[in-house]
Structure formats: structure tokens, C-alpha cells
């Protein structure tokens, strides 16, 4: 973490990279993502049974999802935003994790990152920053092939380098290149609503060996870097927090960004009645 705040000192001499890195990481929000896939990996790899009909589609899916999940948990988002006269509602915050992941889980405020979602892809923003999920064949992240992705996914692979004076993005490929990209994208703005970047991640499933990046996404159209550039979160400081038991300390928020409205989860007894 300290590598962080010290940083962020000199943020107008840095590279986009150590600028995103330095803000991302000072913030907990780097601490956050790496939570959220570990505590989704375990639970996958824990849950994942060939014997039982899974494959590494199964393991894919339910991986993917769990890390959403996660990600809503640790950053306050969606249904785990649930704030109100008691405080944080723990019993929806902690329901199936395990003691690991309540120890380690980092404790961070409410409204610091919230949902931004881009064309029905999972997204969280963090000021005016956006972060989605992509996942790849472990080992290949840095070649991960995005004209195979979503259209949402090519489109964020497509923006503009800040670090880097570009000419048109299409104009040093050949027709025969340029036919494999669906039209909407030669169309397309490639300036989006907020800046967003990609969480790549991949899993061994044999080994349990993982990949986790946070960076900027390189349209390779004709093959090579997948990335402009990207930073491994495997070894962002994840400090044990200890599980919370009572409402959380009231921690100031950016008063420039609108946390997600705060609703009331009622429990299942309630639901019944």
C-alpha cells in the first residue's frame, strides 16, 4: 500500500499506468478485486466436480459469477448496498463465506466504487474510471484474442491510448483483416462515457494456478499484445481485517460521485409472511 500513497505524490509526471495503478491501488479498490477473485476461485475450485457432471464450462460460468458477486460484496453494490438505521446488514454480507474470506475481506466505504455496467457487461467505476471482466485461457492473457470477445468488450479495446499519438485505428490493415470486424465496431465512437480498462483473469484448472491483470485492452486485430499495458494484482496487499460485528465506521466518500441508492433486503422469514 505504500507504494501506492507514494505515488500518488507525483501523479502529473506518470504514465497512464502508474497514474490508474497509483489511484486504483491507494483507494483499496485494487486490495478489492483481488479479494473478490480469490475468494470466487476457491469457492469454484471447491464446488468443481468432473465426477458430479462438470466441465470447464461449469467451472467458467459459476467462476465468473461468483467474482461478480464477490465484487458487489466487497465494494457495496447492488444487493449487498444495504444500509440502514443498524448499519450494514452482515447477515447478507456474509451469507456463504467462508471464515477466510470474512477475515480477509477489506473494509472499504460505501459509494467509493459503484455499479457501471457498459451494454448489459458488468462493470464498477471508480471516480470516473470503469473496470469490467474478462476471462482467458490460462497463460495466454497477454495475446487474448478480442475479436473473439463480446462487441462490448472490442469496443473498449478500441479507445484511445492516452500515452500514445494514434492514427485511425483501422487504417494500417487490409480489407481482409478489416472483414472479420463486425460493422457496428468500424462505426462505432471509441470514445466511451467513462474510461474503462479490463480485469483479465484465467485458471489452471488442473494446478488451481491463476492470472489476474488490471490494464488497458489493446484491439490486436492482427494478432499480438492484447494489452497497451497491464499490472498483475496477484500481489496487492491483502491485509486481514477481521470480520466485522456491528455497523461499519462511517468513512468519508468522494462528495463528487452519487453512491447506489440504498435499499432494504428483507430476509427470507419476512418474505414468507
Not at 1 to 27: C, H, N, P, T, W
Not at 32 to 55: F, I, M, P, Q
Request: charged share 25%.
Amino acid at each position: 500500500m505504500k507504494r501506492y500513497l507514494l505515488a500518488a505524490v507525483y501523479l502529473g509526471d506518470m504514465s497512464e499506468q502508474e497514474k490508474v495503478i497509483a489511484e486504483f491501488g491507494g483507494a483499496g479498490v485494487l486490495a478489492g478485486v483481488r479479494w473478490a477473485h480469490e475468494s470466487a476461485t476457491r469457492r469454484a475450485l471447491e464446488s468443481y466436480c468432473e465426477a458430479d457432471g462438470h466441465d470447464i464450462a461449469w467451472l467458467g460460468n459459476t467462476r465468473f459469477t461468483l467474482f461478480r458477486d464477490r465484487l458487489d460484496r466487497v465494494f457495496s453494490c447492488g444487493r449487498y448496498a444495504v444500509i440502514g438505521d443498524d448499519g450494514l446488514d452482515l447477515d447478507v454480507l456474509y451469507a456463504e463465506l467462508s471464515d477466510q474470506d470474512m477475515m480477509s475481506m477489506p473494509r472499504l466505504a460505501p459509494g467509493l466504487v459503484r455499479r457501471a455496467d457498459l451494454h448489459g457487461s458488468a462493470g464498477w467505476a471508480y471516480r470516473d474510471r470503469r473496470f469490467l471482466l474478462s476471462s482467458g485461457e490460462f497463460g495466454r492473457l497477454d495475446t487474448l484474442p478480442w475479436l473473439q470477445k463480446s462487441l462490448t468488450k472490442q469496443l473498449v479495446a478500441m479507445q484511445r491510448n492516452p500515452d500514445v499519438r494514434q492514427p485511425s485505428l483501422f487504417e494500417d490493415f487490409v480489407a481482409d483483416d478489416l472483414g472479420a470486424i463486425d460493422p457496428a465496431l468500424l462505426a462505432a465512437d471509441r470514445d466511451l462515457d467513462l474510461a474503462t480498462y479490463i480485469v483479465g483473469h484465467s485458471l489452471d484448472a488442473d494446478s488451481g494456478e491463476t492470472e489476474l491483470v488490471f490494464g488497458r485492452p489493446r484491439l490486436n486485430l492482427g494478432g499480438g499484445p492484447a494489452w497497451y499495458w497491464r499490472e498483475s494484482l496477484l500481489s496487492v496487499p491483502l491485509a486481514s481485517t477481521g470480520q466485522r460485528t456491528g455497523p461499519a465506521a462511517p468513512v468519508p466518500v468522494d462528495a463528487s460521485w452519487v453512491p447506489d441508492a440504498p435499499v432494504r433486503l428483507r430476509r427470507a422469514q419476512d418474505l414468507a409472511q
